[in-house]
């Protein structure tokens, strides 16, 4: 079976860090596109940041220069590590995998962020 485990939401003041984790079963993360993407109350989901490859990374502008997406395939796990964290980055966020040249994803069930003003 496979699955997509996120664990180190929070709650946290603003100026704050967390670091997100997403663990994979059932399949090898190395071999997917990885990405977390987020979603607050009412709004759409929106990608965060992917990560191709070791240390191929893309950030969403709003994120740019606060977050880090890295992964270490050695435990299959990405991680999402948010500094100076606002009150705008609330929201329940994702683990999303797309398989390399298949194109098959999966998600995970996702892990809240509250940032407090």
């Known amino acids: 079976q496979v699955r997509l485990v996120e664990s180190g939401g929070g709650l946290v003041q603003a100026g704050g860090s967390l670091r997100l984790s997403c663990t994979g079963s059932?399949?090898?993360?190395?071999?997917?596109?990885m990405s977390w993407y987020r979603q607050a109350p009412g709004k759409q989901r929106e990608l965060v940041a992917t990560?191709?490859?070791?240390?191929?990374?893309y950030y969403a502008d709003s994120v740019k220069g606060r977050f880090a997406i890295s992964r270490d395939n050695t435990n299959n796990s990405v991680y999402l590590h948010m500094d100076n964290l606002k009150p705008d980055d609330t929201a329940d966020y994702y683990c999303?995998?797309?398989?390399?040249?298949?194109?098959?994803?999966?998600w995970g069930q996702g892990t809240q962020v509250t940032v407090s003003s």
């Open positions: 990560i191709v490859g070791k240390d191929k990374t």
């Open positions: 059932g399949l090898i993360l190395s071999i997917y596109y």
């Open positions: 999303h995998a797309e398989h390399l040249i298949v194109g098959s994803e999966y």
